[in-house]
């Protein structure tokens, strides 16, 4: 009997082992053998989910496109939440929406599974700074202002393991943080910096609170998960008071629009960013070009924005 969809077992021990097997040979680099031995499983238990999407890597690693894409939505068929990312799959194949890609259900699993490691593999393996940068941005943007001191309430939007409210900790009076990934918010919980934490998704969070009800909304690292920004900025200019902040970073790229990157995170032009923040009612104070973080050691290129609520 199949046990889930999206289970790395199938529950019937034969196709479990062509699966496994299948890892073996595409790990050995042996594309063709996998391809076959994840066949097999898939005629044994034809609903199972991680089984379709490996296949479709294996097809795709192959260059055979349109097998890749048919395995692909296969995947997405027995898996409609999409936890196995099968919709950014697609997308990087041409044959979905790249807006649309980014399912809840793949992002919190992705970052449930990353919890444990996240602050040593994001501080260490990849530089990040995504939290320090913020807070000088803020900082800088205040101290312009006049502003010294702490800000009241500040909202920490895809807080994750709680990295930003380290940072920004001394430099407000209560933080309340949400994120999609259970297992993250515990991770972020246990650093008992935060007076609220809520597991869900950004939008129905800032839904849920009061109009005029912030000081300061930081979204770090986040917006590279969310393909259009207008509703996050909309939703946060309700939820500031009046000469309130939200502060974000993005990932960007010298071109137009919003592109999913080979990362599987999105990267948004800079006139994108603008004309957010304008249609959203915000003031644009700060908007510079800043590297969150490296890959492959290599500074990836982004922006640090400021803007206020009139
Ligand atoms: C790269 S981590 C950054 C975490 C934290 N802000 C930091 O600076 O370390 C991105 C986080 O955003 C969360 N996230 C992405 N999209 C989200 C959404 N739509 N709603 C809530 N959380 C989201 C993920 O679960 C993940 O924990």
């Given at each position: 009997?199949?046990?889930?969809?999206?289970?790395?077992?199938?529950?019937?021990?034969?196709?479990?082992?062509?699966?496994?097997?299948?890892?073996?040979?595409?790990?050995?680099?042996?594309?063709?053998?996998?391809?076959?031995?994840?066949?097999?499983?898939?005629?044994?238990?034809?609903?199972?989910?991680?089984?379709?999407?490996?296949?479709?890597?294996?097809?795709?690693?192959?260059?055979?496109?349109?097998?890749?894409?048919?395995?692909?939505?296969?995947?997405?068929?027995?898996?409609?939440?999409?936890?196995?990312?099968?919709?950014l799959?697609?997308?990087?194949?041409?044959?979905?929406?790249?807006a649309?890609?980014?399912?809840?259900?793949?992002?919190?699993?992705?970052?449930?599974?990353?919890?444990?490691?996240?602050?040593?593999?994001?501080?260490?393996?990849?530089?990040?700074?995504?939290?320090?940068?913020?807070?000088?941005?803020?900082?800088?943007?205040?101290?312009?202002?006049?502003?010294?001191?702490?800000?009241?309430?500040?909202?920490?939007?895809?807080?994750?393991?709680?990295?930003?409210?380290?940072?920004?900790?001394?430099h407000?009076?209560?933080?309340?943080?949400?994120?999609?990934?259970?297992?993250?918010?515990?991770?972020?919980?246990?650093?008992?910096?935060?007076?609220?934490?809520?597991?869900?998704?950004?939008?129905?969070?800032?839904?849920?609170?009061?109009?005029a009800?912030?000081?300061?909304?930081?979204?770090?690292?986040?917006?590279?998960?969310?393909?259009?920004?207008?509703?996050?900025?909309?939703?946060?200019?309700?939820?500031?008071?009046?000469?309130?902040?939200?502060?974000?970073?993005?990932?960007?790229?010298?071109?137009?629009?919003?592109?999913?990157g080979?990362?599987?995170?999105?990267?948004?032009?800079?006139?994108?960013?603008?004309?957010?923040?304008?249609?959203?009612?915000?003031?644009?104070?700060?908007?510079?070009?800043v590297?969150?973080?490296?890959?492959?050691?290599?500074?990836?290129?982004?922006?640090?924005?400021?803007?206020?609520?009139?």
């Amino acid at each position: 009997m199949q046990r889930s969809t999206t289970s790395r077992s199938s529950g019937d021990l034969l196709a479990d082992r062509r699966y496994d097997y299948a890892m073996f040979a595409k790990a050995e680099g042996d594309l063709a053998a996998a391809a076959d031995l994840l066949a097999q499983a898939l005629e044994i238990v034809p609903r199972w989910a991680p089984a379709w999407f490996a296949l479709g890597e294996v097809e795709a690693a192959l260059e055979r496109r349109e097998e890749a894409v048919a395995a692909f939505r296969r995947a997405l068929e027995h898996d409609p939440s999409d936890a196995l990312g099968a919709g950014l799959a697609l997308a990087r194949l041409g044959a979905a929406d790249a807006a649309a890609a980014m399912a809840p259900a793949y992002i919190a699993a992705l970052f449930d599974q990353y919890a444990p490691r996240f602050d040593s593999a994001l501080r260490a393996g990849l530089a990040y700074r995504g939290p320090e940068i913020l807070l000088d941005a803020v900082t800088r943007v205040r101290s312009g202002r006049g502003q010294g001191g702490t800000v009241g309430r500040m909202l920490d939007l895809g807080c994750g393991t709680g990295l930003a409210a380290e940072i920004f900790a001394a430099h407000a009076g209560v933080i309340d943080g949400v994120d999609l990934s259970p297992r993250m918010v515990e991770v972020a919980r246990q650093k008992g910096i935060y007076r609220t934490l809520a597991v869900g998704d950004l939008a129905g969070f800032l839904g849920q609170q009061d109009a005029a009800s912030a000081d300061l909304v930081v979204a770090a690292d986040v917006f590279v998960y969310v393909a259009d920004l207008a509703p996050s900025a909309r939703d946060s200019a309700r939820v500031l008071k009046p000469g309130g902040l939200l502060a974000f970073t993005v990932e960007t790229h010298g071109g137009e629009g919003v592109v999913l990157g080979a990362g599987l995170r999105y990267a948004h032009a800079e006139a994108v960013v603008r004309a957010v923040i304008a249609d959203a009612g915000l003031e644009l104070l700060l908007l510079e070009a800043v590297s969150t973080r490296n890959e492959a050691d290599r500074p990836v290129p982004g922006l640090v924005v400021v803007a206020e609520k009139g």
